[in-house]
């Protein structure tokens, strides 16, 4: 087997195979197609891993076909069982995971390790204990009784970006699983590498082959593959908005397979005059810049009443400023602040910057590219954004929060849903009353009050309006890895 040897935090050497991981095995792309790994600290590459042809798809739908005849009649608690040896594995090699995202994602160590890698965890025994337990209900009818049945829908598919890549993989991998689906992972070609390593777990926990299949590659040949596939029955899909779409129209042009949408924000974060102002500069900082803002849920819209407008200003510039970022290797774990993913995305965030600069807001703090090695952006904030403005309306997927003032409840909220997306809010508050009024009026699948995100997988995460639709995590999410049979029983009257 062909490995890439990649230097963790503390110098550790982390191997992560470079095949296709298809019916448990790593085996070399059909057409010997390759991704390059890059690293976005530096630029340079890590290496190459295979990517799946078309054939490889193929192939990765046999052994998922295979896989989930096995799966979906394998005990409940055995699910369970080997879903908590997946579980205590990625716990084991945490330091691992934590490397490879912060090498190949660019997301922080102690980030990853201190919350991407925990919610994995957790995710995975959550669903654990939901395997024994994916029930119907008995129906009284007229005339007879019926009964449901919850089943899995068969071969399924993940699509994942590249911004929590095992988190979010596990999000979907953990229900799917839990309901008796096989699943197929693609990992975004931009940060493959903890999947390579996520198969190598599945291999030592010992599931059955076939259960999961990971082929990374490009989107536009793996992902629309696998999203074209007659015999995938669904595809969970997080990433952005114009491929969602694309994945949605092939699935309508194929088999009508089910389609579940993770997309992007433009998530508010409101903050009334009576909360509590350090705990909102705190959240509406960490909303913004944790991950550098390449976070679906990211607070990148920041409204603030015009009482206290001036004072949060000042008060979020100073803090800023008394706590600079230490900007560098996001493997150092006294980095506060990694790169941006890509080339690409470093060039769009500072040309939102620059139409930021333009479109008459005032520029807080910030504004420029960090160097000219790897891809660091600056903690960029413009004030007195117009509510047209494109920064006010697109999403970034980067550092810069645009802040405006609102002035009654009503504006806040009237602002707040001014946006075709629906995905994250957060409104801070100490007036319980006004905290009921403002979540019941925000279009929005996701709030959190007086604070910002509060992951938990007994709480389902999803959008509404352009945002997409279904749910990860919670119990609801149980319901996009299911379809329902009744079956009906006539009760006949006794024979004369
Ligand atoms: P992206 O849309 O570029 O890629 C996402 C995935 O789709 C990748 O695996 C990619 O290879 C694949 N893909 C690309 N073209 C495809 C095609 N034609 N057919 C099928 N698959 C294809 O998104 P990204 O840049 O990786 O991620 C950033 C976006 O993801 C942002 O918009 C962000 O808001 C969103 N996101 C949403 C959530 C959520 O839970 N709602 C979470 C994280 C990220």
């Known amino acids: ?12 050497q982390i191997q992560v195979p470079t095949g296709l991981f298809i019916h448990n095995e790593f085996v070399p792309s059909a057409t010997s197609q390759i991704l390059v790994v890059e690293n976005p600290s530096t630029g340079e590459s890590l290496g190459t891993i295979a990517a799946a042809s078309l054939e490889d798809v193929n192939k990765a739908v046999e052994s998922a076909t295979i896989g989930f005849n096995t799966w979906k009649s394998t005990p409940g608690p055995a699910r ?85 890549p095992l988190m979010i993989t596990m999000w979907k991998l953990a229900p799917s699983l839990a309901t008796g689906n096989s699943l197929i992972i693609k990992p975004s070609e931009l940060s493959p590498l903890y999947a390579q390593k996520l198969a190598l777990l599945i291999q030592e926990a010992g599931f059955p082959a076939g259960v999961v299949n990971v082929i990374a590659g490009e989107g536009a040949s793996t992902g629309r593959a696998l999203a074209e596939h007659m015999a995938v ?27 579940n949408l993770e997309l992007g924000g433009k998530g508010p974060s409101i903050v009334f005059d009576d909360c509590d102002l350090d705990n909102a500069l705190l959240w509406t900082k960490i909303g913004i810049t944790a991950n550098n803002g390449q976070i679906c849920a990211a607070g990148s819209r920041i409204y603030v009443q015009k ?36 080339a690409a995305q470093h060039k769009k965030i500072l040309s939102y910057i620059e139409q930021g600069k ?30 047209d403005a494109v920064i006010m309306k697109e999403e970034i997927f980067g550092p810069v929060a645009s802040i405006a003032p609102f002035e009654t409840e009503a504006e806040a909220i009237a602002k707040a849903n001014d946006t075709l997306y629906g995905l994250s809010a957060a409104i801070f508050t100490n007036d319980i009353s006004r905290a009921h009024r403002v979540t019941a009026a925000l279009e929005s699948g996701h709030i959190t009050v ?40 006539a009760i006949l009257p006794p024979k004369p």
């Open 1 to 12: 087997m062909a490995y890439i040897t990649v230097t963790g935090a503390a110098g550790c």
């Open 80 to 164: 369970a069982k080997l879903i908590l040896k997946l579980a205590d594995l990625i716990e084991r090699d945490a330091d691992h995971f934590a490397s490879l995202e912060a090498v190949d994602a660019g997301i922080l160590y102690t980030d990853s390790k201190g919350l991407n890698i925990p919610q994995t965890v957790a995710n995975l025994r959550y669903y654990a204990g939901w395997a024994d337990k994916i029930d119907g209900k008995t129906l009284a009818m007229e005339g007879g009784v019926a009964y449901t049945y919850r089943e899995p829908l068969g071969v399924c598919a993940a699509i994942v970006p590249w911004n929590a």
């Open 233 to 259: 029955r669904k595809i969970s899909f997080t990433g952005s908005n114009p491929t969602g779409r694309q994945a949605l129209k092939f699935a309508a042009l194929t088999n009508l397979k089910r389609v």
């Open 307 to 342: 009482t206290i407008y001036e004072k949060f200003l000042e008060a979020y510039k100073k803090m800023s400023e008394s706590s600079p970022s230490v900007i560098g290797n996001p493997l150092d774990p006294a980095t506060t602040k990694g790169p941006i993913i890509s």
């Open 358 to 387: 333009q479109c008459g807001a005032r520029l807080l703090f910030g504004g420029d590219k960090v160097s000219d090695k790897g891809y660091f952006i600056e903690n960029t904030v413009f004030a007195d954004v117009p509510e």
């Open 450 to 489: 007086n604070a910002w995100a509060m992951l938990s997988p007994n709480a389902p995460f999803g959008g509404v309006k352009e945002s997409g639709f279904g749910r990860d995590m919670g119990e609801d999410a149980l319901e996009g890895w299911t379809s329902v049979k009744t079956v009906k029983y």
